[in-house]
Nanobody
Framework: QVQLVESGGGLVQPGGSLRLSCAAS???????????MGWYRQAPGKQRELVAT???????NYADSVKGRFTISRENAKKTVYLQMNTLKPEDTAVYYC?????????WGKGTLVTVSS
């Protein structure tokens, strides 16, 4: 069974930090290091948007809105991808989704809610 399970969301004050984790499981992820991994988010009333991606060579890509504040990383031995979020802003409030892509395969987690509010 293919699963991407996000964790680490919650309520944080503006300026605070959170680290999201996404753990991959299932036989298809036995070669986890060969997958393109990413984080996306969807705020209420808005479309899902890319936050950050990391490829098998650990090359990263970020949305302009999070550059310098968020860092994506991966730990292949644990089949896990992380999103370190610093200097959080109210506009970062959203459900954050983990994504795994490889050729024509595309999987999503169920998401974790991040709320930035005082």
């Amino acid at each position: 069974q293919v699963q991407l399970v996000e964790s680490g969301g919650g309520l944080v004050q503006p300026g605070g930090s959170l680290r999201l984790s996404c753990a991959a499981s299932g036989i298809i992820f036995s070669g986890f290091s060969t997958w393109d991994m990413g984080w996306y988010r969807q705020a209420p009333g808005k479309q899902r948007e890319l936050v950050a991606t990391i490829d098998p060579s650990e090359s990263t890509n970020y949305a302009d809105s999070v550059k310098g504040r968020f860092t994506i990383s991966r730990e292949n031995a644990k089949k896990t991808v992380y999103l370190q979020m610093n200097t959080l802003k109210p506009e970062d409030t959203a459900v954050y989704y983990c994504n795994a892509k490889k050729r024509d395969l595309n999987y999503w987690g169920k998401g974790t809610l991040v709320t930035v509010s005082s």
